[in-house]
């Protein structure tokens, strides 16, 4: 049996609480403990499924001294010690929808040649991602970029500047909004976690 026993929507409406403190401390009673728990379940999984060992990471949102998060998360990445500078997966949420990601993140020193090895199999990797996955070039930001609407020209942009701008980022992966059944349903959401995974794998693959 999971821990997780699924979202609520009380659990969104956390980034309305204003305030550092108060947002931090709901966040660190009712968010964190969930993120930990899907990605403590799903760890094993990516272990076995990019056949390195991984490890769970829960956002701490330690340096912010004002400003309360609009979003949070866990990470699942082959360093115990950290993620950020490398290629790795995560769940999380913000006030809207839930998302589920593969990332490389402004921090990753892999960038250049990620976005290299990229570009020389621009069409194999467009071919990889379904047509409801969504694209994002910056974590920090709600919004995200249909599959879809990804075309040659503009993904060959995107990872253009994944390559030469210093706070470039690229993440992959599905948006699911807050009025979502399979959110409330720890199985059906743990599955779809997985499959997510399963499906973005080649992209960590060409991040090795």
């Given amino acids: ?63 912010r001294k004002t400003n309360p998060p609009n979003d949070t998360w866990a990470a699942i990445a082959s360093n115990k010690r950290g993620y950020k500078k490398l290629p790795h997966f995560q769940i999380g949420l913000w006030g809207t929808h839930v998302f589920i990601w593969f990332a490389v993140i402004y921090e990753s020193p892999i960038k250049e040649d990620y976005a290299k090895k990229l570009l020389r199999d621009k069409e194999e990797v467009l071919s990889l991602v379904p047509e409801n996955f969504v694209w994002s070039i910056d974590h920090t930001k709600p919004e995200a970029i249909n599959h879809s609407e990804v075309s040659n020209e503009k993904f060959i942009k995107m990872l253009e500047r994944l390559e030469q701008v210093k706070k470039a980022e690229l993440l992959c992966g599905l948006n699911i909004y807050r009025d979502d059944d399979r959110l409330k349903d720890p199985d059906q959401f743990l599955q779809l976690c997985r499959d997510t995974f399963q499906t973005l794998e080649p992209l960590y693959r060409y991040a090795k």
Avoid: Y
Avoid at 30 to 56: H, Q, R, W
């Fill in 1 to 63: 049996m999971s821990e997780f026993k699924g979202f609520t929507q009380n659990d969104f409406d956390i980034f309305n609480i204003p305030g550092l403190e108060d947002r931090m401390e709901k966040l660190r009673e009712n968010i964190s403990p969930k993120l930990e728990a899907i990605a403590t379940e799903l760890a094993p999984d990516v272990t076995a499924m990019t056949g390195d060992e991984m490890f769970v990471h829960v956002a701490r949102h330690a340096r």
